[in-house]
């Protein structure tokens, strides 16, 4: 689809613009792995320098008169010198304001089970409760950084993500050298385990008819071309996929001309292991034809499988 002049007049002010990525959030939601991310792409990442320097540190790496200042990515979170919510919200609105910095806020959230599961895992105390429960820091957290995380540009949470899945999303929001255009994910999801939260546009595809219960077809997934055919020859389903790219296709380049970097759209079933898999393999394929920038995975199509019985699919 051609960009707009108004795609191209974002773009070109953001390539301008020296890049800094603000990464905060729960402790142990994957601040150190962020990081490591953004470093892979190419930007200077930094973590856990008091905040007070935060001046210094930016006009250090900002390069020689002329010269084009390094991407930057700078870790804080409760455990930072100088830390105080208030001050690190009113410090990035000031960011915001200039004309030489595409200042973004990443937090990074986690679900409390998990949280307490990675601190058991590692024993490491929560660094707002050395000597009490983990639970009690996990709260105590959530309070502090509530309105932390109501003023960020990206909220990713981390819960139900491997390291390769995380580190695919933050490419989509902060990768260097973007092309023009929203760079897409397509994902599969399980109901029964919850919405991803980093969705966009959601669909559920749970009317179309399950191949959980055919016995040939119960052990494969979507991506299986019998799967694939056996959901397919629903009466529903191509009036279903052709009103859903009907929908998605015309709100894609008002998402270019917003200057929205990145796109989620899940598909979900019960089991997230066929009728999604098959229907976000189509979308996905139709999206990269007509030459759009898309990732694809399936959050939980492996997992269901260990499920059992139970309306899988």
Request: proline letters at 7%.
């Amino acid at each position: 689809m051609p960009d707009s002049p108004a795609t191209s007049t974002t773009i070109d002010q953001r390539d301008t613009r020296r890049p800094f990525v603000l990464v905060t959030g729960l402790s142990g939601a994957g601040r150190g792995t962020a990081l490591a991310a953004l470093e892979d792409m190419g930007y200077v990442a930094v973590d856990n320098v008091p905040l007070p320097l935060l001046g210094d540190l930016m006009r250090s790496t900002a390069g020689s008169p002329g010269e084009m200042a390094a991407p930057l990515a700078f870790g804080v979170d409760t455990r930072t010198y100088g830390f105080e919510p208030q001050d690190l919200v009113r410090r990035v609105h000031e960011l915001r304001l200039r004309s030489d910095i595409d200042t973004r806020l990443l937090f990074l959230d986690c679900d409390s089970e998990t949280l307490q599961r990675r601190y058991t895992e590692s024993r490491r105390p929560h660094p707002l409760a050395p000597d009490r429960p983990v639970k009690d820091g996990i709260g105590e957290e959530r309070k502090q950084l509530g309105w932390v995380r109501d003023s960020a540009d990206v909220v990713v949470d981390t819960s139900a993500l491997s390291p390769h899945q995380f580190k695919q999303l933050l490419v989509g929001h902060f990768a260097l050298g973007r092309s023009l255009g929203t760079r897409l994910s397509v994902m599969s999801f399980s109901y029964r385990r919850g919405l991803p939260r980093e969705a966009d546009l959601v669909f559920d595809v749970r009317f179309l008819k399950n191949p959980h219960y055919e016995p040939t077809l119960k052990p494969l997934t979507g991506r299986n071309q019998a799967v694939a055919a056996f959901v397919a020859s629903d009466p529903g389903y191509r009036p279903f996929i052709d009103s859903l790219k009907g929908l998605v296709g015309p709100l894609l380049p008002r998402f270019d001309a917003e200057g929205k970097s990145y796109l989620t759209i899940a598909i979900g079933c019960t089991g997230g292991r066929h009728r999604s898999v098959a229907v976000a393999e189509e979308l996905a394929g139709w999206l990269r034809g007509a030459g759009r920038s898309v990732t694809l995975s399936h959050r939980d199509a492996e997992a269901a499988g260990e499920a059992g019985a139970g309306g899988a699919g």
